[in-house]
């Protein structure tokens, strides 16, 4: 059973396009964090949150603590912008999620 | 300078051998953590440790023992390596407000 589930599981996109991942987690968190791995394996911490909304830049993540659901949103994607994006949970131990593949083509 | 440090960055090693993983870290934080990740699957938890003095299994330490030196530093052995430990292997740390740093990976290849 995957207490985290993400979705897509892979995303292919043209450049400029606005895109969004969803993860739906089934335990009880205190926080919820979006990671990304880039192709050369290294994992970045993009956010943590535990309610309402989050933005760096044209990254934005949302979390809806009722529904037990986040979403990870990129404006104006670019190429760079492929990754693996990886949704974590933090509860009584860490859950993540599979990934979600992104491949953002100019 | 990264935060999370890791040694080696890759590794190839033959069945039996005996492989030990570095981790250091600059956060000041007192949790540490050991995954790995396989293809297709999500970061799986081997060990962690919430102060020098703690060490917790994961849900797959078999196969694995750790060493939390101090603060800063966070080792995985394995004490026999099999073909199926072959994976990417991350070390992390954690602060309750700050959250969650990985470091770069260690890619090992057990043949």
């Known amino acids: 059973k995957n207490e985290v589930e993400q979705s897509p599981q892979n995303l292919t996109a043209q450049e400029g396009e606005f895109i969004t991942i969803n993860c739906s987690y089934s335990v009880g968190i205190s926080a919820l964090h979006w990671l990304q791995q880039h192709p050369g394996g290294g994992i970045v911490s993009l956010f943590m949150?535990?309610?309402g909304k989050k933005k760096h830049g044209r990254l934005i993540a949302t979390i809806n603590i009722q529904e037990k659901h986040s979403s990870l949103h990129i404006t104006a994607s670019h190429p760079r912008d492929s990754a693996v994006y990886i949704c974590?949970?933090?509860?009584?131990?860490?859950?993540f999620g599979t990934g979600t593949s992104l491949t953002v083509i100019p | 300078d990264a935060d999370v440090t890791q040694t080696p960055r890759n590794r190839i090693t033959k069945t039996g051998k005996r492989i030990m993983l570095e981790c250091s870290q600059t956060k000041g934080h007192d949790r540490m953590y050991w995954y790995r990740q396989d293809p297709g699957l999500g970061l799986r938890l081997i060990y962690y440790s919430f102060d020098v003095k703690d060490i917790n299994k994961g849900e797959i330490s078999d196969g694995y023992s750790v060493s939390r030196q101090a603060q800063a530093k966070f080792s995985l052995s394995l004490e026999s390596a099999i073909p199926n430990q072959t994976a990417l292997y991350f070390c992390a740390t954690s602060d309750p407000l700050f959250g969650k740093f990985f470091g770069p990976g260690t890619r090992l290849t057990v043949l």
């Open positions: 949150l535990s309610s």
């Open positions: 974590a949970c933090r509860g009584n131990q860490f859950y």
